[in-house]
């Protein structure tokens, strides 16, 4: 400040104060934080309301493999889940060559066998992505119904996605930002390709919408993601009714025993029946589809019935006003109009 001015009393002019949500030190401190978990929630809901997307089916599994290629059904394991980044080459799985060699380790030899069967269910969890969206897009209604949905990384997600992209539905990624390199799987509608900060809210997405969920063989996330949902049913926290597919059964008994929790007491012999399992794409779109139909199409068929014979007793009624005319009721100005 030069003399003169401090002389005068005169401050300098000052620029102009940024707007609080235009204020990024405001917005991605502390203090803003209630502001980016709605907006986590309203910039969702805006886009699915677009979109014109009605209920969702999601599906769950292991991010951890993706398929090089499709002809000897080759799997890469990647680094963590969610992850571009292979995983170093002491964690992969073991070749042929090493095999006969004798190069390879034990995990090595653990997960060339396991390598096969992940295999098996990406290409499961493509096929039954594709035929689900293209039962879903059959359906008379304004907007998309059970749409198939995954969290937006490679693997089962990225099967799913690709499933639905190939029968030329709608098809949503609810990805999560990670402190490792990440990025979309790119079968995902652009327009329903969306990344979180918060997991919870992420997680408030995959319950919302979804009328149905697939559990694929996974690990923690998928466990988590999977228990979570079952826990919401069992407690009645659900406002609807979810039928829960759990793909591959062989695989998920060795990981769980629940007929231990029924034994022990600590769940009701009755919460089993929360759940089906199916091993292969037929049976378990054959599930889906009778459970979406009995819970959903048939109810709002129902619905529609009612309202249509309801239309139809108020058109009867007329009979009760014989004699009467329009401007009776609206007058003659108004009758006139009433087109």
């Not at 003169?4 to 005169?10: D, R």
């Not at 990440?182 to 990344?195: A, D, H, K, R, W």
């Not at 997680?203 to 697939?214: D, E, G, I, T």
């Amino acid at each position: 400040m030069a003399a003169s001015e401090a002389a005068s009393g005169s401050p300098e002019a000052l620029e102009k104060a940024p707007l609080a949500y235009e204020n990024p030190a405001f917005l991605n401190g502390a203090d803003g934080r209630l502001i980016r978990i709605m907006a986590e929630y309203l910039e969702p809901l805006a886009r699915f309301r677009r979109e014109q997307i009605q209920d969702t089916v999601v599906f769950f599994g292991s991010a951890r493999f993706r398929g090089r290629e499709e002809a000897d059904h080759a799997l890469e394991l990647l680094e963590n889940t969610g992850s571009t980044q292979a995983a170093p080459s002491h964690e992969q799985p073991a070749s042929v060559p090493e095999i006969v060699e004798g190069t390879a380790t034990e995990l090595q030899r653990k997960r060339a066998v396991a390598a096969v069967e992940m295999a098996r269910y990406y290409e499961d969890a493509r096929r039954l992505s594709q035929m689900l969206t293209t039962w879903a897009k059959q359906i008379p209604s304004r907007r998309h119904r059970f749409v198939v949905t995954s969290g937006g990384g490679p693997g089962i997600m990225e099967a799913a996605n690709r499933g639905a992209y190939e029968a030329g539905g709608k098809t949503i990624g609810l990805n999560i930002r990670l402190p490792f390199e990440q990025s979309p799987n790119p079968y995902i509608t652009p327009s329903l390709n969306f990344e979180f900060h918060y997991f919870f809210m992420r997680k408030l997405w995959f319950a919302y919408l979804s009328k149905a969920l697939v559990v694929f063989p996974g690990g923690f996330g998928t466990l988590d993601e999977m228990f979570e949902i079952l826990t919401l049913a069992q407690t009645q926290k659900l406002a609807k009714k979810i039928t829960v597919v759990i793909y591959g059964s062989d695989y998920w008994k060795k990981v769980f025993n629940l007929q231990v929790l029924v034994d022990t007491g600590a769940i009701s012999p009755k919460d089993i029946d929360l759940f089906q399992f199916a091993d292969t794409p037929e049976q378990a779109f054959e599930m889906l589809r009778k459970g979406l139909t009995e819970n959903y199409l048939a109810v709002e068929a129902a619905a529609g019935k009612q309202a249509t014979a309801a239309v139809a007793a108020a058109t009867a009624s007329k009979e009760l006003m014989a004699g009467w005319t329009l401007e009776d009721f609206l007058g003659p100005e108004m009758a006139k109009t009433s087109k």
